[in-house]
């Protein structure tokens, strides 16, 4: 698997208008400055008009201009410079760990794992993780525990390999945010990390799971063991 960490001016000033989350003083005055420049100017670059009231925004045509002028701001290059930083790290860590984490990650799954995504990095304050389209991630998060950052890019890398919803979200959980880290970093789950909401489905495939764990890599079909998870939900791979 092979991650390309790009830092993308429009997409870092965009998340850090978005967030809500609290941050450093230095990310809420970068926040405050834009939107004390202009308030219209600072919903649009948000996301927070719908196309045909953009169209009726003189402002709407003066962003890339507002755009320029925010990228010279020093609570931005501050950010900037930071998330820089931390792009650089996030893909040294992984340079240092994909080999490892992609053996475990091919021995559960036998996924086909021969392929290249687009990583797009944000400042990590934003505590930012997702799937971010076809073969693209955003990611910009604090490294919480050893492996933190390489166990949750797995966990983004997994979701473009399954359909969306709460039993595959909870099997992806099980693969990267528990059997990796334990892997990598040592202990046992449950206790789970992950999103406390797919817990009560995990506990329901955990008996099925290491039963399928406790079988030889060699002698593994994913094929079978999701037959099972499809049957014990009494549902097709895209309704459960």
């Known amino acids: ?12 000033i965009q998340r850090l208008l978005i967030s809500h989350k609290e941050h450093d003083g230095h990310v809420t005055d970068f926040q405050n400055e834009v939107w004390n420049q202009s308030e ?7 996301g927070r008009y719908g196309l045909k009231e953009l169209q009726n925004l003189k402002e709407f045509r003066e962003i890339p201009d507002f755009l320029e002028k925010i990228q010279s701001l020093d609570t931005y290059g501050r950010i ?4 820089q930083k931390y792009r650089d790290y996030c893909q040294q860590g992984w340079e240092r760990s994909h080999e490892q984490s992609e053996k475990v990650i091919h021995s559960i799954t036998q996924f086909d794992l021969n392929r290249a995504m687009d990583v797009y990095i944000v400042h990590p304050s934003l505590k930012e993780g997702m ?30 390999y399954f359909e969306k919803n709460d039993v595959n979200h909870a099997l992806i959980q099980l693969i990267a945010d528990n059997e990796l880290r334990v892997v990598l970093n040592g202990g046992e789950y449950p ?8 817990f009560p489905i995990m506990d329901r495939v955990l008996p099925i799971w290491r039963a399928y764990m406790g079988t030889r890599a060699e002698d593994r079909n994913f094929g079978e063991f999701y037959n099972r998870i499809k049957e014990k939900f009494n549902a097709t791979e895209k309704e459960i």
């Open 1 to 12: 698997m092979k991650l390309n960490f790009i830092l993308e001016k429009n997409i870092l």
């Open 40 to 46: 219209i100017k600072f919903n649009i670059l948000a």
């Open 80 to 83: 900037f410079n930071e998330t």
């Open 131 to 160: 799937h971010y389209g076809v073969n693209s991630i955003l990611w910009g998060h604090e490294e919480e525990w050893p492996h933190y950052i390489c166990v949750y890019l797995w966990h983004e890398i997994l979701h473009e």
């Open 191 to 198: 206790p789970y990390e992950g999103h406390p909401n797919l």
